[in-house]
């Protein structure tokens, strides 16, 4: 079975880690799909948080990271997923994230598998990591939050963003 998990993992969490290898467990491969949405604004580039997923994922073989810019479901078929993975923190990532697997399902019959996220882990996001580490960087304060929930090559990117 081939997994497809996408996002935008701007940065990657220990959250995203948590989600795509407890899913390898169920699949035979899994590509982690960084999405390129022009809508939204990112703190890093496509390349740049595929390098960063590339390093965290290194000793992982059963997992795979590409870039896609199309539609999600465009790219499940494209690639022959037999599902994607997508991991749910809240109820409203659920009613975001069901709606979402419904368009897919409907542009591509391809299912969506929800894995809900390890408990000590549903706070953990993105958006919560960038604003605490422009704080934390910006006034050259402790990391050790940082470092915490994203993997070291994150922490590093981040601290070079946001230390310029």
Known sequence: MLLIYPGSFDPVTTGHIDIARRASKFADGIIVAVLENP???TLFTAAERVALLK??????????????DGLLAEFAKQKKADAIVRGLRTSEDFERENKYAAGNAALSSVETIFLPATPALTYVSSSIICEAAVHIYKNNLDDSFIAQLVPPSARAALRDKFSE
């Open 39 to 41: 809508n939204k604004q």
């Open 55 to 68: 390093e965290a994922f290194a000793e992982d073989t059963k997992i795979k990271v590409e870039s896609s």
